[in-house]
């Protein structure tokens, strides 16, 4: 099973609509990041959360440590926010460093 | 805003070829990552690097795989003798900490 799942594989969605993409984890984390990864594959990390709620512009995100799961969330979706959107966690070794461990990502698709 | 930054963009070697992906990271940063994701998948980590040596690999970088940072600025990732499944997306990826890492824009490995 993946330590980190995300749901919906595949979204659709109209311009202007608002848009929600999840993700559940089953590990211990210390935080959790969401990216965006373009058609080009290069990857930019949008959010790193450990608690709470973090807001950029349009975009906002949302996580539930108690219930491991995250969301983000896109208002007023644009054909551009269309790209592979990609949730991380980052394991709690106790540690100060640790590798991520990838969901499959979110394929949206915005239409004019 | 500081970059990770990686060369070359695109990298074409033959089956059994050794191959070099740089990459300079972010210069105060102290930790220092490879990913990879092969056409499809999810991305996977490779193996973090801190105080000049490995802190953490994982099951894919075996001993065709090493790291080094030869100087204050580069971070590079040899594979010794490439395979056609070696073929995919290489990330470099720099933190001040473990948390809250920078990824570069990926070098595409095509090993023929």
């Known amino acids: 099973k993946n330590e980190v799942e995300q749901s919906p594989q595949n979204l659709t969605a109209q311009e202007g609509e608002f848009i929600t993409i999840n993700c559940s984890y089953s590990v211990g984390i210390s935080a959790l990041h969401w990216l965006q990864q373009h058609p080009g594959g290069g990857i930019v990390s949008l959010f790193m959360?450990?608690?709470g709620k973090k807001k950029h512009g349009r975009l906002i995100a949302t996580i539930n440590i108690q219930e491991k799961h995250s969301s983000l969330h896109i208002t007023a979706s644009h054909p551009r926010d269309s790209a592979v959107y990609i949730c991380a966690v980052k394991k709690n070794y106790g540690g100060s460093q640790g590798n991520l461990i990838f969901g499959k990502g979110t394929k949206l698709s915005v239409k004019p | 805003e500081p970059e990770v930054t990686q060369t070359p963009s695109h990298q074409v070697t033959q089956m059994g070829q050794e191959v070099i992906l740089r990459c300079v990271p972010i210069s105060n940063h102290l930790y220092f990552y490879w990913y990879r994701q092969i056409l499809g998948q999810k991305v996977e980590f490779l193996v973090s690097f801190y105080n000049n040596e490995i802190s953490e690999k994982s099951e894919i970088f075996d001993d065709q795989f090493s790291v080094e940072r030869p100087d204050g600025s580069n971070f590079t990732l040899k594979i010794r003798s490439t395979k056609l499944e070696d073929s995919a997306m290489y990330f470099c990826?720099?933190?001040?900490?473990?948390?809250?890492?920078?990824f570069g824009p990926g070098t595409r490995l095509t090993v023929t």
């Open positions: 959360l450990s608690s």
């Open positions: 990826a720099s933190s001040v900490r473990g948390p809250g890492q920078y």
